[in-house]
C-alpha cells in the first residue's frame, strides 16, 4: 500500500495481512513510545498477529529530536490542552486510514507502548467509537473526560511494572478503575519489571490476543 496516495499529515506505515482482504482481518493501531517511530512496533506487531493489518503511525510532536503523540510539562506531567487536540487529530487519522486501506472500522486494536499506550487510553476515553479493544503497555491516567464514555464490548489489556520508576503502580490501577467503572472488560497483568517491556508483556499479549 503506498502511504503517499493518502493524505495526511501522519507519517506512517500500513502493512495488510498476508492472506485474504484486509477487511476481513483485525488491525492493530500500533503506537510507538517516546522517540520511536513508524517502524518501530512492525515486527512486534507482525509476531503477536500474524493475520493482522498492521497501522502504525508516527508521532507529530517533537521532543528534542524525539517523537512523541503529545507534549508534557514534565515526566508524567501532561499538557492536557494538547493531549486533547492531538487525540482527535489520531481519532480522525485512524477513521480516514480505515476507510483509505478498507480495513474494518470495528475491528481496531490499539497496541501502545509508554507515550503510545497512554494516547490510546485518550482515545478510549475521548474518542470510544474508535477503537473495539486496546494493549495498552504501561499506561498511566492520561487525563479525566468530563463525562464518563460507554465502554461496553471493548476488550482492554493494561500491563504494569512493580518496579516502574515512571508510572506510580497505583496510577495504573487507577486507570484500571475507570475503564472497568466505563464498562470495559479489562484484564490488568501486574508483572515483576519496570518501565521497559519484558516476555511477560510479550507472552501476555499473545495470549490475550488469541482469545480476543
Known amino acids: 500500500?503506498?502511504?503517499?496516495?493518502?493524505?495526511?499529515?501522519?507519517?506512517?506505515?500500513?502493512?495488510?495481512?498476508?492472506?485474504?482482504?484486509?477487511?476481513?482481518?483485525?488491525?492493530?493501531?500500533?503506537?510507538?513510545?517516546?522517540?520511536?517511530?513508524?517502524?518501530?512496533?512492525?515486527?512486534?506487531?507482525?509476531s503477536l498477529a500474524p493475520d493482522a493489518n498492521l497501522l502504525s503511525p508516527r508521532g507529530r510532536v517533537s521532543e528534542h529530536g524525539m517523537p512523541r503523540f503529545f507534549r508534557r510539562l514534565a515526566e508524567g506531567v501532561f499538557d492536557e490542552k494538547d493531549?486533547?487536540?492531538?487525540?482527535?487529530?489520531?481519532?480522525?487519522?485512524?477513521?480516514?486510514?480505515?476507510?483509505?486501506?478498507?480495513?474494518?472500522?470495528?475491528?481496531?486494536?490499539?497496541?501502545?507502548f509508554s507515550n503510545g499506550a497512554n494516547i490510546a487510553a485518550s482515545l478510549l476515553l475521548l474518542r470510544p467509537e474508535v477503537l473495539s479493544g486496546a494493549i495498552l503497555w504501561r499506561a498511566m491516567v492520561p487525563l479525566v473526560p468530563d463525562q464518563s464514555p460507554d465502554l461496553t464490548e471493548r476488550k482492554i489489556l493494561l500491563t504494569s511494572g512493580t518496579n516502574d520508576p515512571i508510572l506510580p503502580l497505583e496510577n495504573a490501577r487507577r486507570l484500571a478503575g475507570?475503564?472497568?467503572?466505563?464498562?470495559?472488560?479489562?484484564?490488568?497483568?501486574?508483572?515483576?519489571?519496570?518501565?521497559?517491556?519484558?516476555?511477560?508483556?510479550?507472552?501476555?499479549?499473545?495470549?490475550?490476543?488469541?482469545?480476543?
Open 1 to 46: 500500500m503506498n502511504a503517499e496516495l493518502f493524505k495526511t499529515e501522519f507519517i506512517h506505515r500500513f502493512v495488510p495481512a498476508p492472506q485474504g482482504a484486509p477487511d476481513q482481518a483485525r488491525t492493530l493501531v500500533l503506537l510507538h513510545g517516546t522517540g520511536g517511530n513508524e517502524n518501530d512496533l512492525l515486527q512486534l506487531g507482525r
Open 178 to 212: 475507570m475503564f472497568r467503572d466505563a464498562g470495559a472488560q479489562i484484564d490488568h497483568k501486574i508483572i515483576p519489571a519496570g518501565h521497559q517491556l519484558t516476555e511477560y508483556d510479550i507472552d501476555f499479549t499473545r495470549a490475550w490476543l488469541k482469545k480476543n
Open 83 to 112: 493531549l486533547i487536540g492531538r487525540t482527535h487529530e489520531l481519532a480522525e487519522f485512524i477513521g480516514q486510514a480505515a476507510a483509505h486501506y478498507g480495513i474494518a472500522p470495528d475491528r481496531l486494536t490499539a497496541l501502545g
